[in-house]
């Protein structure tokens, strides 16, 4: 049976987790570098916890699906994460070198039953018919188990991969465009001036409202105005002092019905 650790960490003793295999430990961490091998996450350490911020939504966790409130919004959540995170949206990018493949659970629930090898290999195609830059494939966190199964496909699109250890900020360094199928990445990318490309449609994607979905445009990809679309994706973002100030609830609540 398969099992991952997900664990929180500082500074404290993980010595427990020495006699668990490496690579089903994640280890997300504000302070010292893990003293055991395992999969490190380096997050800043900005000093309190109310610059947490977690999504919200009533139904569902899609876009598509789930009530996010969002569709009345104001400045305030997005002013908040701004401050919290030193953040703000780069201007778009138009130089970069490599396309980076971001790469969802194999079976996960927002595949939706679209076998990933099948996703990547013709991801690889439609990449291909259109651009010749480098491919940097990045795996999900949770799925370096699954790397060798991969590696032909690597191999026939002369495509490398991105190292265990290293931080999605670092394969943005030098990104010309991301291409993933509806994850996260498809926000992250164009908050750091990075055009995203998606499979799925887009209403099952939080970066869906600004995303291309036509390959042929990859080197000429579409670069839509993001200052709607970010206050709006803020807007279902919450602190833990949102939580207990009310402020959260105050503003979900008009949609109980």
């Avoid at 908040?80 to 778009?92: E, F, G, K, T, V």
């Avoid at 651009?131 to 795996?139: E, G, K, T």
């Avoid at 579409?222 to 709006?232: G, L, N």
Wanted: charged share 20%.
């Amino acid at each position: 049976m398969g099992f991952e650790i997900v664990v929180a960490h500082y500074n404290e003793n993980l010595d427990w987790l020495k006699d668990f295999p490496p690579r089903q430990i994640h280890v997300y961490s504000k302070g010292n570098t893990a003293a055991i091998p395992c999969v490190q996450h380096t997050l800043p350490n900005i000093g309190r916890e109310a610059h947490t911020y977690l999504r919200y939504s009533f139904n569902g966790v899609f876009p598509a699906t789930g009530i996010y409130c969002n569709d009345r919004y104001t400045d305030e959540n997005w002013n908040n994460m701004r401050r919290d995170y030193n953040m703000d949206l780069a201007p778009w990018r138009t130089q970069g070198n490599h396309i980076l493949i971001t790469l969802q659970r194999p079976m996960g629930w927002s595949m939706r039953g679209i076998n990933l090898m099948s996703w990547l290999e013709e991801t690889f195609t439609k990449i291909r018919q259109y651009s010749d830059r480098p491919i940097v494939l990045r795996w999900h966190p949770g799925n370096w188990k699954e790397f060798p199964n991969y590696a032909h496909l690597l191999a026939k699109y002369n495509a490398t991969i991105s190292p265990q250890e290293r931080h999605i900020t670092e394969d943005l360094k030098n990104c010309w465009a991301l291409v993933c199928h509806n994850s996260t990445p498809s926000a992250v990318a164009p908050i750091e001036g990075i055009p995203a490309f998606i499979t799925d449609d887009p209403s099952y994607s939080q970066g869906g409202d600004i995303a291309n979905t036509d390959f042929s445009l990859l080197e000429n990809p579409s670069m839509p105005d993001r200052e709607q679309w970010i206050r709006k994706l803020a807007q279902c973002h919450w602190s833990f002092e949102d939580l207990r100030s009310g402020r959260c609830w105050a503003h979900m609540r008009q949609w109980v019905v």
